[in-house]
């Protein structure tokens, strides 16, 4: 079950009018978490076993670490990560290393074409930010089951983030929701902008991208420099539209997601680039990576090094293969020479915000070239999608004439949306005016709606 799907159409009311109608908070998140079980077994209720593991680790653990002697503290964590690593390693990894090292020397691994669990990098992230943060003492761990099987399991963030950290859930938990509190105006104008960038923008520019990444050397450069520009927006429609749905939705039930994207392609150099996309993902790498790898501390050499391992691991996360780590690598050192760009200009930290329209056009060019290695399913078809560049060609995939307007409007849109303070434009409608903009808005989206529906992109991830 997906967002744009036609079946949560039906699951979602009827999760909300059970949920407002409920009168206490525990009926409440019992019932949201009955909620999510069934969202999760939409797709395969098989693996719903592995969630419970997740769960009941989380809990042990962050229990054990309370009520344990000091001596005790260490070793409970490192069993506890351990377990949630290993879990992650074997069904995300298993068939990555298996097959690297059948490369290698001849091995018949009895075990092989592992499935890969929906959300598992997402809710295994929730589980190991709370058990650290109870370790580091930042959070009092709960003695409510419900509440981290909620926490790790809430459907509108289950199986695609934004990464939800234990210090921002646990407090609403505790604390009964209020319906009149809830922006409804805000959150449906909000899911409905998320719906648009999913089942309007990125479905309709997916069969383009598609075409073009199956057979590269059957297109010349116009088609090669217009379907990596198309997949720079698909990939941000797709992932910032879920999280504006999953922020809807989650907001709709009086709960409080952070931001996830904030215009990252207006971003005018790579470090803050990272600090407007995938923003739940790139803090958690901070604070749970880089930070204890020594983050800024010692040298330029040290900063690298802690820099390089954390963008490494930060692609090998978003999937098992080497494109992945190469697209990590390539992000990594773009980092670094930031970082020294920075210190040779004697530049602190605050003139990373700065706009700069040659540093933003430079940065989106480097993003672009590196989401080839994102995209291509191997080496040999990304190194075919860079060749095709030297080949002068006019676009035949997608006529040039509507896809440069199409893709200026886009980018217009990025703009203006940046410069909106959609709350505040909300909060001053009329309710009356409101709904019939709503409507009009809905009727004009509607028809230009993909009807084959497509997994979200970060689904396999």
């Not at 079950?1 to 009018?17: H, K, Q, R, S």
């Not at 089951?145 to 695609?160: E, I, K, R, T």
């Not at 960038?197 to 997916?206: F, G, I, P, R, T």
């Not at 057979?215 to 090669?224: C, E, L, M, Q, R």
């Amino acid at each position: 079950m997906i967002f744009t799907d036609a079946v949560f159409f039906a699951f979602f009311p009827l999760a909300f009018g059970v949920y407002w109608w409920l009168g206490d908070n525990q009926s409440r998140k019992v019932w949201l978490l009955a909620c999510s079980v069934m969202f999760y077994s939409a797709w395969d209720w098989r693996f719903l076993g592995l969630v419970l593991i997740e769960i009941v680790n989380a809990y042990t653990v962050t229990r054990l670490l309370d009520e344990r002697a000091e001596r005790w503290r260490r070793p409970i964590i490192v069993v506890g990560i351990a377990i949630s690593l290993s879990l992650l390693g074997f069904f995300k990894y298993y068939n990555f290393f298996a097959d690297s090292l059948a490369r290698i020397a001849p091995l018949n691994l009895a075990l092989r074409g592992i499935v890969l669990p929906i959300g598992i990098s997402f809710y295994t992230f929730h589980s190991m930010s709370y058990m650290i943060d109870t370790y580091r003492r930042r959070v009092v761990p709960t003695r409510s089951f419900v509440d981290v099987a909620l926490y790790v399991m809430f459907f509108p963030q289950l199986v695609a983030g934004p990464i939800v950290r234990a210090t921002d859930m646990f407090p609403q938990l505790r604390e009964a929701r209020s319906f009149a509190s809830v922006d409804f105006k805000y959150f449906l104008t909000l899911f409905l902008i998320g719906y648009f960038k999913k089942a309007v923008v990125s479905d309709n520019l997916s069969p383009s991208v598609d075409k073009f990444f199956a057979h590269p050397a059957s297109f010349g450069g116009g088609d090669a420099a217009l379907a990596v520009l198309f997949y720079a927006v698909q990939i941000y429609c797709d992932f910032s539209g879920y999280t504006d749905m999953a922020i809807a939705i989650a907001g709709m039930l009086g709960y409080r997601l952070k931001a996830n994207f904030d215009h990252p392609y207006l971003a005018p150099n790579l470090t803050e680039f990272w600090r407007r996309w995938h923003m739940s993902l790139s803090f958690w790498l901070r604070d749970y990576l880089y930070v204890p790898l020594g983050g800024n501390r010692g040298g330029l050499l040290f900063q690298a090094r802690n820099i390089l391992i954390t963008m490494l691991l930060g692609g090998l996360w978003h999937g098992a293969s080497w494109t992945f780590v190469v697209w990590g690598a390539l992000h990594g050192g773009g980092l670094v020479v930031n970082r020294l760009w920075h210190v040779l200009r004697q530049r602190g930290a605050d003139a990373d915000a700065r706009y700069s329209l040659s540093g933003n056009v430079l940065t989106f060019l480097f993003v672009c070239f590196a989401w080839i290695f994102f995209r291509a399913p191997d080496f040999s078809s990304a190194a075919a999608v860079v060749a095709r560049f030297a080949v002068p060609t006019l676009p035949v995939i997608v006529a040039w004439q509507w896809a440069v307007p199409l893709l200026l409007a886009l980018a217009a849109v990025h703009v203006f949306t940046k410069r909106v303070d959609l709350k505040t434009a909300l909060a001053a409608t009329d309710d009356m005016v409101f709904a019939c903009g709503y409507g009009a808005a809905a009727a004009l989206v509607l028809p230009f709606v993909n009807i084959a529906v497509k997994p979200f992109i970060y689904f396999q991830f």
